[in-house]
């Protein structure tokens, strides 16, 4: 424990700890509207897609991430221009997944340093955060929670029932534009530290688990960042002690926090329903005069 | 002669190559009330979708309020009630939150729901007999309850015009009753005009004052006593006249 503590003092660490803290951040807010509007498998499918940037980035010598934000952007626009005319997020992710990874692939088939890269985009490194990720990090945080928060009303209202949105005179392409690409960002800027394999879970688990024990948007936003810095700080524990990944061990005490959240969440249920047969039925309709 | 809130004029749509509707004339006037009656798979919900301009006609016009559809729409000015369930049922969502959300396009782009906003939300679920369900969790209310919450977030909206989709769908006589009866008294306060389908002709027929039957994609007008009596007809209820 005293090794952990005197951990806590160097600079790789905290850098880590914050990125990580972000994450969880970036995470519960994004992830809210994932699990809301059931975009799981384009989170997943944006975090393959990225590959093409990176692949790009690594191939010209720039910044992947930064080609990885740049080429997720693109595909969630077409994604969205897609989706304008009539087609499904999911099915759209199907088509633009497989190909942007197929890109990716073949980029880097052309670079010799791919190797490396491509495990650090796979698995992430918390570790291995740098001052310049941790700005990026901090910027996209702050951006997308300026966003998500001016918008909030009608991103929740055209997740809850596009119809009924665009009726009250919401704008609801434009609104699934900004949901599809501050996911893309969020996805990509995340890969560092969880990796484009686990970073869906990062996105999916905290609000999973948070709308199994509660009926409130705001109870299930603030909860889904909270479960995040839990999994996150668990996670970087874990990882110090037994020297494991710590992307992964963030992931597996995210998955842990949903498991009994599950639980508690019947046990809640069950409750609610007792309660409600005891009530009665609700709000009995008295006839009203008839007219005339 | 009243100011004509919504114009249909010889309105043609075809979904694909198959055609739903081949020649739909009809005017709504302020303050009118119309049931929109006809077969399941007429172009009923068709129409109402051309109304909110979801769809464009393939020919003729739609105008409402003056103006296209998409234009009355942004403005907040057409308040809708859905007929399938468009929505997720188990969303983390109270009443109030739901019925707030009608007033989206009043309250603005970006901006916050103030006072006001909230006020109209509380007296339209007393309206609606709902008073005090504001922090219920809206999942955990049954269909026909949510048809109810949906119709008041159209109310809240402070429409100019009210499309309701088979909107008293699940709901029980006596309140099935009471809404079309609120319904009427809202209309008159504020010279709100009401499109209604519905397949509950006997109530409609009593609070409409015309009808609109559509039949081979063409618009025929009926008025409120001839739809009653078609119910008592050894026809399908919505077929029209022979």
């Known amino acids: ?292 | 002669m009243s100011e004509a809130v919504v114009v249909c004029d010889n309105v043609q749509f075809a979904y694909g190559l198959t055609p739903v509707l081949r020649g739909v004339h009809f005017e709504v006037s302020r303050g009118q009330f119309v049931g929109l009656i006809g077969p399941n798979g007429c172009g009923k919900s068709t129409v109402m979708r051309l109304l909110l301009g979801l769809l464009e006609p393939t020919a003729g016009q739609v105008s409402v309020l003056g103006g296209s559809a998409l234009a009355a729409v942004r403005r907040g000015d057409v308040g809708y009630v859905p007929q399938r369930e468009t929505f997720q049922r188990s969303f983390p969502l109270t009443v109030g939150d739901v019925v707030l959300m009608g007033r989206a396009g009043r309250i603005g782009l970006g901006q916050r729901a103030c006072r006001h906003d909230h006020e109209r939300v509380t007296e339209t679920l007393e309206r609606l007999g709902l008073g005090g369900w504001e922090t219920r969790r809206f999942a955990a209310l049954s269909g026909g309850q949510q048809r109810l919450v949906l119709l008041a977030r159209a109310l809240a909206q402070q429409p100019r015009l009210l499309l309701m989709d088979e909107a008293d769908t699940g709901l029980d006589e006596l309140r099935r009753e009471r809404v079309y009866r609120e319904l009427n008294r809202v209309r008159e306060e504020r010279d709100l005009s009401i499109i209604a389908i519905s397949h509950q002709l006997d109530l409609l027929a009593t609070v409409v004052d015309t009808a609109l039957a559509l039949r081979d994609g063409r618009s025929l007008d009926w008025c409120p006593s001839c739809m009653h009596h078609a119910i008592d007809s050894p026809q399908p209820a919505h077929l029209g006249p022979a």
Not at chain 1, 71 to 78: E, K, P
Request: glycine residues 12%; neutral net charge.
């Open chain 1, 1 to 292: 424990m005293q090794e952990l503590l005197a951990a806590l003092s160097t600079g790789w660490v905290q850098r880590a700890l914050l990125a990580g803290v972000l994450v969880a951040v970036l995470g519960g807010v994004v992830g809210f509207y994932v699990v809301l509007r059931r975009m799981a498998f384009v989170a997943v499918g944006i975090s393959h897609a990225a590959l093409g940037g990176v692949a790009l980035g690594v191939l010209f010598g720039q910044s992947p991430i930064g080609w990885a934000i740049v080429f997720s952007i693109v595909v969630a626009l077409g994604m969205a221009a897609l989706g304008k005319q009539g087609m499904h997020e999911d099915t759209a992710m199907g088509i633009f997944f497989p190909a942007a990874m197929a890109f990716g692939v073949v980029v880097m088939s052309f670079s010799a340093a791919w190797q490396r890269d491509l495990m650090s985009y796979l698995f992430g490194n918390i570790l291995g955060v740098s001052g310049g990720d941790l700005y990026l990090l901090g910027a996209v945080t702050l951006i997308v929670c300026l966003v998500v928060g001016v918008f909030f009303k009608e991103l929740l209202f055209v997740s809850f029932d596009e119809e009924s949105a665009h009726a009250s005179g919401v704008p609801v392409a434009p609104m699934r534009t900004i949901l599809l690409v501050v996911t893309a960002v969020t996805v990509v800027v995340t890969i560092k530290v969880v990796g484009s394999v686990l970073v869906s879970a990062m996105l999916v688990v905290p609000a999973a688990t948070m709308s199994q024990l509660t009926g409130r948007w705001q109870g299930m936003l603030l909860g889904s960042i909270g479960v995040g810095i839990v999994a996150v700080l668990g996670g970087f524990a874990l990882s110090y002690q037994h020297n494991v990944a710590t992307g992964p061990a963030a992931v597996l005490v995210a998955t842990g926090l949903f498991a009994v959240a599950s639980l508690l969440g019947r046990l809640l249920e069950r409750q609610r329903r007792a309660e409600s047969v005891v009530e009665g039925p609700v709000a009995p309709v008295t006839p009203l005069p008839r007219a005339g």
